[in-house]
């Protein structure tokens, strides 16, 4: 069924007809979007962390990234929430940065170095600890290591699906939202009611 | 009308418990205003096919979500907006079963209701599926006989349908084509226009873009405002004022940053299970009995994804396609005794590529290259779950929390663990599911465990020391306050509650009309 070789079938899709204006517009746009380079919730030092772990969690080729921890620090930023959190994590942003210092405290507890200083592998093995809830540090004795995980790989995986690109990627081509004939009949006869 | 004339009723919230009434109390020649906390969209031309694009649907405050099973909000169970939750509603409407409403009397455990299914609700259902254009198999397999036909036919079946049909021949489980609030031909709406019959689009749960399906911004709001109803978006309630006999004569709510007050005889509080116990305990109303916030209950809703060889484009096709109702009872299946109370409906799904991934993310815990090569495997993707009934706990309930939101209101804390019976029903359920999924032929099969749908925070009942409204909807303590949404139901129901919330919502319109029509 899906027999589309282009290596771009979403991007191609948003050049046709078969794309509704506001669906164009939305992912466009997130295509357009440039990946933040001066975080505004973050400091610098986080950011750069958080972006390391952004690439243990989703590795990705150089040659076409999607932004992760950008839309992270924009939402923080913002200070909007997914609705809900759990009762015993503290607020969005609080949780982050505990993590941020927390994964620095476990890379200094088994490595005698920083997070950012440690291999992809080293790296990817203190993640795995903080969702085993057995990474060491006294950050983890205030933050439950497990359910802060839980809600980090949620949100980066969500931000990483919701990307073209990405979509391209597992042969998603949903936005195709344009039926032929488009919109058949409701304003006209919305018209003709008067 | 301006805030100094005084209304007939003020509507606060409207979705499926709002709507109906609204537009009933309009079309009786009563002078009603609703107030919407969220926005007033035109889907077919704001609704994005994308998830991330259509996050404005969902009631994104933050809430606090405590106990063994912390239940998950914002796009998990909860909208805003004009037309509320049914904005992302999967539009599934099943009838409940007259045994439903009887479970303490079956049972000797949770609630009955204070009503009578084909006296007090089946007459609101058959309106109700004839008005939103439900299509749906005629004659239904399970439950009282039909009086009248649905509407239209059944939508075109998915591949998750075809699989759980499949599967279920197999294990000896019969299906059929589930009831949808979504149009298989087009259908003129009153107030509104012609609504398109559904494309297949498959993202009810992120806002139906042509009008396919009937949430109320296309029925019964369109309806109500054609009958001069009005209906303010952007409006947050956050109190009321009261005469000395209790009374309420006007409701304080926030828009663009200014505190107005809408006069009125009488208020229809239709916020949901969440928002309504919580801005009655802000206000310390309508509490005498102590419920308000108490018996919360969450539907019973474990997910099986599976992958299969062919491809299943889990995203095409109106995603609840297939039911089967033969786990309504512990002892349908010869083949799968139970133990438990209540039962359940078993229903496929397909599901939107960020919905799956985040899942994934949360019910796999998979990253790195593992979460690539599972995703990768999407396009074969298809689910199966159930929706099954929940009892009233003491341990389950919602409260003020010491955190304060954006406007200073308290934020609701939400405590759930499932008790016995649901990790009874929900093993029960589990097993049946893989077994059907493995005779269909899926691999890497794997569970997500979820409830949704908030319920039973306001419950009705016939003794005011034991709950907040009356049969009919009416406060106790508040004589002209009612409440229409899904806090009063006594029980959880082993149905989806939006048919049943439109249906009582209807019921507590003619109630009040009724009343008015023997005091003047």
């Given at each position: 069924?899906?027999?589309?070789?282009?290596?771009?079938?979403?991007?191609?899709?948003?050049q046709?007809?078969?794309?509704?204006?506001?669906?164009?517009?939305?992912?466009?746009?997130?295509?357009?979007?440039?990946?933040?380079?001066?975080?505004?919730?973050?400091t610098?030092?986080?950011?750069?962390?958080?972006?390391?772990?952004?690439?243990?969690?989703?590795?990705?080729?150089?040659d076409?990234?999607?932004?992760?921890?950008?839309?992270?620090?924009?939402?923080?930023a913002?200070?909007?929430t997914?609705?809900?959190?759990?009762?015993?994590?503290p607020?969005?942003?609080?949780?982050?940065?505990?993590?941020?210092t927390?994964?620095?405290?476990?890379?200094?507890?088994?490595?005698?170095?920083?997070?950012?200083?440690?291999?992809?592998?080293?790296?990817?093995?203190?993640?795995?600890?903080?969702?085993?809830?057995?990474?060491?540090?006294?950050?983890?004795?205030?933050?439950?290591?497990?359910?802060?995980?839980?809600?980090?790989?949620?949100e980066?995986?969500?931000?990483?699906?919701?990307?073209?690109?990405?979509?391209?990627?597992?042969?998603?081509?949903?936005?195709?939202?344009?039926?032929?004939?488009?919109?058949?009949?409701?304003?006209?006869?919305?018209?003709v009611?008067? | 009308?301006?805030?100094?004339?005084?209304?007939?009723?003020?509507?606060?919230?409207?979705?499926?418990?709002?709507?109906?009434?609204?537009?009933?109390?309009?079309?009786?020649?009563?002078?009603?205003?609703?107030?919407?906390?969220?926005?007033?969209?035109?889907?077919t031309?704001?609704?994005?096919?994308?998830?991330?694009?259509?996050?404005?649907?969902?009631?994104?405050?933050?809430?606090?979500?405590?106990?063994?099973?912390?239940?998950?909000?914002?796009?998990?169970?909860?909208?805003?907006?004009?037309?509320?939750?049914?904005?992302?509603?999967?539009?599934?409407t099943?009838?409940?079963?007259?045994?439903?409403?009887?479970?303490?009397?079956?049972?000797?455990?949770?609630?009955?209701?204070?009503?009578?299914?084909?006296?007090d609700?089946?007459?609101?259902?058959?309106?109700?599926?004839?008005?939103?254009?439900?299509?749906?198999?005629?004659?239904?397999?399970?439950?009282?006989?039909?009086?009248?036909?649905?509407?239209?036919?059944?939508?075109?079946?998915?591949?998750?349908?075809?699989?759980?049909?499949?599967?279920?021949?197999?294990?000896?489980?019969?299906?059929?084509?589930?009831?949808?609030?979504?149009?298989?031909?087009?259908?003129?709406?009153?107030?509104?226009?012609?609504?398109?019959?559904?494309?297949?689009?498959?993202?009810?749960?992120?806002?139906?873009?042509?009008?396919?399906?009937?949430?109320?911004?296309?029925?019964?709001?369109?309806?109500?405002?054609?009958y001069?109803?009005?209906?303010?978006?952007?409006?947050?309630?956050?109190?009321?004022?009261?005469?000395?006999?209790?009374?309420?004569?006007?409701?304080?709510?926030?828009?663009n940053g200014?505190?107005?007050?809408?006069?009125?005889?009488?208020?229809?509080?239709?916020?949901?299970?969440?928002?309504?116990?919580?801005?009655?305990?802000?206000?310390?109303?309508?509490?005498?009995?102590?419920?308000?916030g108490?018996?919360?209950?969450?539907?019973?809703?474990?997910?099986?994804?599976?992958?299969?060889?062919d491809?299943?484009?889990p995203?095409?096709?109106?995603?609840?396609?297939?039911?089967?109702?033969?786990?309504?009872?512990?002892?349908?299946?010869?083949?799968?005794?139970?133990d438990?109370?209540?039962?359940?409906?078993?229903?496929?799904?397909?599901?939107?590529?960020?919905?799956?991934?985040?899942?994934?993310?949360?019910?796999?815990?998979?990253?790195?290259?593992?979460?690539?090569?599972?995703?990768?495997?999407?396009?074969?993707?298809a689910?199966?779950?159930?929706?099954?009934?929940?009892?009233?706990?003491a341990?389950?309930?919602?409260?003020?929390?010491?955190?304060?939101d954006?406007?200073?209101?308290?934020?609701?804390?939400?405590?759930?663990?499932?008790?016995?019976?649901?990790?009874?029903?929900?093993?029960?359920?589990?097993?049946?599911?893989?077994?059907?999924?493995?005779?269909?032929?899926?691999?890497?099969?794997?569970?997500?465990?979820?409830?949704?749908?908030?319920?039973?925070?306001?419950?009705?009942?016939?003794d005011?020391?034991?709950?907040?409204?009356?049969?009919?909807?009416?406060?106790?303590?508040?004589?002209?306050?009612?409440?229409?949404?899904?806090?009063?139901?006594?029980?959880?129901?082993?149905?989806?509650?939006?048919?049943?919330?439109?249906?009582?919502?209807?019921?507590t319109?003619?109630?009040?009309?009724?009343?008015?029509?023997?005091?003047?």
């Open positions: 069924m899906y027999e589309n070789t282009s290596q771009t079938p979403v991007r191609d899709l948003l046709s007809d078969r794309v509704t204006p506001a669906t164009r517009t939305a992912l466009t746009e997130r295509l357009a979007q440039p990946p933040v380079t001066e975080p505004q919730f973050f610098q030092d986080e950011f750069v962390r958080l972006q390391r772990v952004c690439d243990r969690l989703i590795p990705q080729p150089d076409e990234r999607v932004d992760l921890a950008g839309p992270i620090d924009e939402r923080l913002n200070g909007t997914n609705g809900w959190r759990y009762n015993d994590l607020n969005d942003g609080e949780a982050y940065r505990l993590f941020l927390g994964i620095d405290q476990a890379a200094e507890a088994n490595y005698d170095r920083p997070f950012d200083a440690l291999t992809d592998e080293q790296q990817a093995d203190i993640l795995l600890l903080v969702q085993q809830g057995e990474a060491p540090g006294p950050v983890w004795q205030q933050l439950p290591a497990d359910r802060f995980f839980e809600e980090l790989l949620a980066v995986v969500e931000v990483f699906y919701s990307h073209p690109m990405a979509q391209e990627k597992i042969g998603y081509t949903g936005m195709a939202d344009q039926t032929s004939p488009p919109a058949p009949l409701l304003h006209k006869e919305r018209g009611e008067h | 009308m301006t805030n100094n004339d005084i209304a007939d009723a003020v509507v606060i919230g409207t979705g499926a418990g709002g709507a109906p009434l609204l537009a009933r109390l309009a079309m009786a020649g009563l002078k009603v205003v609703a107030l919407e906390a969220g926005k007033f969209w035109k889907a031309e704001d609704f994005a096919t994308d998830e991330r694009a259509q996050d404005f649907l969902f009631w994104n405050d933050e809430r606090l979500s405590a106990g063994n099973d912390p239940m998950a909000f914002g796009r998990n169970n909860s909208g805003t907006g004009v037309g509320g939750s049914t904005l992302h509603y999967t539009a599934y099943p009838r409940l079963q007259p045994d439903d409403l009887q479970l303490r009397t079956d049972f000797g455990v949770g609630e009955d209701w204070p009503l009578d299914y084909h006296q609700i089946e007459p609101y259902y058959d309106e109700l599926e004839a008005f939103l254009g439900v299509s749906g198999p005629s004659p239904y397999r399970w439950g009282p006989a039909r009086r009248t036909a649905y509407r239209y036919g059944p939508l075109p079946v998915n591949a998750a349908g075809r699989l759980m049909e499949q599967g279920c021949r197999e294990v000896g489980i019969q299906t059929s084509p589930a009831a949808n609030a979504a149009l298989s031909a087009p259908q003129f709406q009153e107030g509104y226009g012609w609504r398109s019959a559904c494309t297949n689009r498959g993202f009810c749960q992120a806002g139906c873009n042509n009008g396919a399906k009937a949430s109320m911004d296309v029925t019964f709001i369109p309806l109500a405002i054609q001069g109803a009005e209906v303010r978006a952007e409006c947050f309630v956050t109190g009321f004022e009261r005469d000395t006999s209790g009374h309420i004569t006007g409701v304080v709510y926030e828009q200014e505190t107005k007050q809408q006069l009125t005889r009488n208020v229809f509080l239709c916020a949901g299970a969440v928002e309504t116990p919580r801005l009655l305990l802000i206000n310390d109303l309508a509490n005498r009995s102590g419920q308000v108490r018996n919360l209950m969450a539907h019973t809703a474990l997910q099986i994804w599976g992958e299969f060889d491809e299943t484009v995203w095409r096709g109106i995603p609840g396609a297939i039911i089967s109702e033969d786990t309504h009872r512990a002892n349908g299946l010869a083949n799968y005794p139970g438990f109370v209540g039962g359940y409906l078993l229903q496929s799904i397909g599901v939107m590529p960020v919905t799956y991934a985040s899942q994934m993310a949360r019910g796999r815990a998979l990253w790195g290259q593992d979460l690539h090569d599972a995703m990768s495997r999407y396009r074969h993707v689910g199966i779950n159930i929706l099954g009934e929940c009892l009233p706990y341990h389950n309930y919602l409260e003020l929390s010491d955190e304060k954006s406007r200073g209101l308290p934020k609701p804390r939400v405590h759930f663990s499932m008790g016995e019976n649901e990790e009874q029903l929900t093993s029960h359920a589990n097993q049946i599911m893989r077994d059907i999924w493995t005779a269909a032929g899926a691999r890497n099969i794997w569970a997500f465990p979820r409830n949704a749908h908030v319920i039973g925070t306001a419950r009705m009942g016939t005011p020391d034991l709950a907040v409204v009356d049969p009919d909807g009416r406060s106790f303590d508040v004589p002209n306050l009612y409440i229409s949404d899904n806090s009063t139901f006594p029980s959880a129901l082993s149905v989806n509650p939006a048919l049943t919330i439109m249906a009582l919502s209807l019921r319109a003619d109630k009040f009309l009724n009343g008015l029509s023997t005091t003047h």
